[in-house]
């Protein structure tokens, strides 16, 4: 079965899933340049319900975002990647800057984000919440140590100075 799905089929196999009584769990993110805080924030959002469904930013959504100089690595090869994780059971990609639309039509028990936000600023909350689902922060992983953030910028980081250094 193919992990990766239109918004459109993505809805019908949601409602098939919640018609079996799963719970249905959303993430979404840029995930540029997968790394260890990735993985494990998704395999913590993956122990929240049943199925995991990772909404990607788009290569435009991204730039909107992020700059002109990002994604790194363009949008089908990071649906690809992240659709081949174990924890991910469903990838979608989206164009817009915040996946509120998205959120909304697809109706997820449980919406999943990062330490990086608040419960105040985290899109799509009131959407979930008053339909009585949750929304859960998780915290973020540090790496492994305080100069090795686990970050795709903290990668671009460390790669940019390691490869500048005495040039």
């Not at 098939?16 to 395999?43: P, Q």
């Not at 997820?108 to 799509?124: E, F, N, Y």
Request: hydrophobic residues 40%.
């Amino acid at each position: 079965m193919n992990k990766m799905l239109s918004r459109e089929d993505l809805k019908e196999r949601v409602a098939e899933l919640k018609r079996e009584g799963k719970r249905i769990v959303f993430t979404n993110g840029c995930f540029d340049i997968l790394h260890i805080g990735h993985v494990k924030y998704l395999e913590q959002s993956k122990g929240l319900g049943d199925i995991l469904i990772l909404a990607l930013n788009s290569d435009s959504s991204v730039r909107s975002i992020k700059g002109p100089l990002r994604p790194i690595v363009p949008e089908d090869e990071r649906a690809y990647i992240m659709a081949s994780l174990k924890v991910v059971d469903y990838v979608t990609i989206f164009d817009e800057d915040t996946p509120l639309a998205l959120i909304e039509y697809i109706e997820p028990d449980i919406l999943v984000k990062g330490g990086d936000w608040s419960r105040d600023t985290v899109v799509g909350r009131e959407s979930v919440e008053k339909r009585g689902g949750r929304v859960i922060i998780i915290p973020q992983f540090d790496g492994t140590g305080a100069d090795h953030p686990a970050s795709t910028t903290g990668v671009i980081e460390r790669i940019m100075n390691a490869y500048t250094k005495g040039a």
